[in-house]
């Protein structure tokens, strides 16, 4: 993920090495993906207080990180990355919890999708289309990062999400 993530777009697949990348996060295991925008909303709205209690800052875009591929139901990790110890994990009122995690170090292949949301599935299709070609292999886990920040002013046609996944 890191800080090169935010730099220009990536218009082709990169192959990139990466170093590890704490985070803070709320889990989710078995979540229902029609439910997933409330899942986010739910998710940054308990995240950015427990992160400002604790002078903890973001050091870097928001992200989704997904551990299985998802069918009806997804488990996956909403968050930040952060440079110092979160600390003990944060209960939240809906039941969710902030924890500190990680995304490991290692090979990844990248690439930006720019325009809204709803283009994501076919992004994604597009980027493991490619990564096969390139002669790797994608594994586990895959993640996307929110470089432009969502809002309801932001203009799809404008929006960059970078996406990531780990290759052999």
Request: avoid cysteine.
């Amino acid at each position: 993920m890191g800080a090169d993530s935010v730099g220009e777009p990536r218009a082709a697949l990169e192959l990139v090495d990466t170093a590890e990348v704490t985070t803070a996060v709320v889990t989710a295991t078995g979540y229902p993906m029609a439910e997933l925008r409330t899942l986010f909303d739910t998710a940054f709205s308990g995240l950015f207080p427990v992160l400002g209690q604790r002078g903890v800052h973001p050091a870097g875009p928001a992200f989704a990180l997904y551990h299985r591929m998802p069918d009806d139901t997804v488990d996956i990790e909403v968050g930040v990355p952060i440079e110092v110890d979160l600390g003990e994990p944060a209960e939240l009122e809906d039941g969710f919890t902030v924890e500190q995690s990680r995304i490991p170090a290692g090979r990844v292949a990248a690439i930006s999708h720019l325009g809204g949301y709803d283009g994501l599935g076919r992004a994604w299709d597009e980027f493991m289309a490619a990564v096969e070609r390139s002669g790797a292999s994608p594994r586990l886990p895959f993640w996307e990062v929110y470089v432009t920040e969502p809002s309801p002013e932001a203009d799809p046609a404008t929006m960059r999400t970078d996406l990531f996944t780990f290759v052999e």
